[in-house]
């Protein structure tokens, strides 16, 4: 006598198994896009809007010229008395002087604070600029941010401490100030 096979439905179960291993097979065979050709890519500091869903818009590079550029709003918001310039550096400004010159580099990439007076950041792990960082990292760079309140292992306050406060333009202009400076 011969056997009847019965057959099942499909069950929703099966359906996306079967789905799922279409996905990683797409995935896997897909392979790696690659690089992008540089003459599309978005300039250095640019900014734009996006979500988890994928939407956003595009994004705009900042103005870094003129009171935008970097070593201007260091002079402007943190190299200037009783902060971060040369006389005031040594007790006021953590030892930290931020003079734009030929010496800034050599005093912020790869150096840790020294924790000079009125500092609260002498144990912190980071160097001001992380060398060859990128994204440029470090605590000067974590300082400026507008989440520096959320950001782990922050020390000390934002800065700068004193208003005016930096705008959005300003943070990503002086980030890739820094940027230029860790990349030398």
Same mark, same amino acid.
């Not at 550096?89 to 800034?104: I, K, R």
């Not at 580099?105 to 609260?120: H, I, N, Q």
């Given at each position: 006598?011969?056997?009847?096979?019965?057959?099942?439905?499909?069950?929703?179960?099966?359906?996306?198994?079967?789905?799922?291993?279409?996905?990683?097979?797409?995935?896997?065979?897909?392979?790696?896009?690659?690089?992008?050709?540089?003459?599309?890519?978005?300039?250095?500091?640019?900014?734009?809007?996006? &979500?988890?869903?994928?939407? &956003?818009?595009?994004?705009?590079?900042?103005?870094?010229?003129?009171? !935008?550029?970097?070593?201007?709003?260091?002079?402007?918001?943190?190299?200037?008395?009783?902060?971060?310039?040369?006389?005031?550096?040594?007790?006021?400004?953590?030892?930290?002087?931020?003079?734009?010159?030929?010496?800034?580099?050599?005093?912020?990439?790869?150096?840790?604070?020294? &924790?000079?007076?009125?500092?609260?950041?002498?144990?912190?792990?980071?160097?001001?600029?992380?060398? !060859?960082?990128?994204?440029?990292?470090?605590?000067?760079?974590?300082?400026?941010?507008?989440?520096?309140?959320?950001?782990?292992?922050?020390?000390?306050?934002?800065?700068?401490?004193?208003?005016?406060?930096?705008?959005?333009?300003?943070?990503?202009?002086?980030?890739?100030?820094?940027?230029?400076?860790? !990349?030398?």
């Amino acid at each position: 006598m011969p056997r009847t096979i019965r057959r099942r439905p499909l069950h929703w179960s099966a359906i996306a198994g079967a789905a799922g291993a279409l996905l990683a097979a797409t995935c896997v065979l897909s392979g790696c896009p690659g690089d992008l050709d540089p003459s599309i890519k978005m300039p250095s500091g640019g900014t734009g809007t996006g &979500g988890s869903t994928g939407g &956003g818009t595009g994004g705009t590079a900042a103005d870094c010229s003129g009171s !935008n550029a970097g070593d201007q709003l260091l002079t402007g918001f943190c190299a200037k008395s009783g902060c971060h310039d040369t006389s005031s550096a040594p007790l006021l400004g953590a030892g930290l002087d931020l003079t734009p010159n030929s010496g800034l580099a050599s005093r912020l990439v790869g150096v840790k604070s020294a &924790g000079k007076g009125a500092s609260m950041c002498g144990s912190y792990p980071d160097p001001y600029i992380i060398a !060859n960082s990128n994204p440029v990292a470090g605590l000067a760079v974590s300082k400026i941010q507008t989440n520096w309140s959320t950001a782990p292992n922050t020390c000390g306050v934002e800065m700068p401490e004193i208003a005016p406060l930096l705008d959005a333009t300003g943070i990503q202009c002086l980030t890739n100030y820094f940027s230029m400076l860790a !990349n030398q």
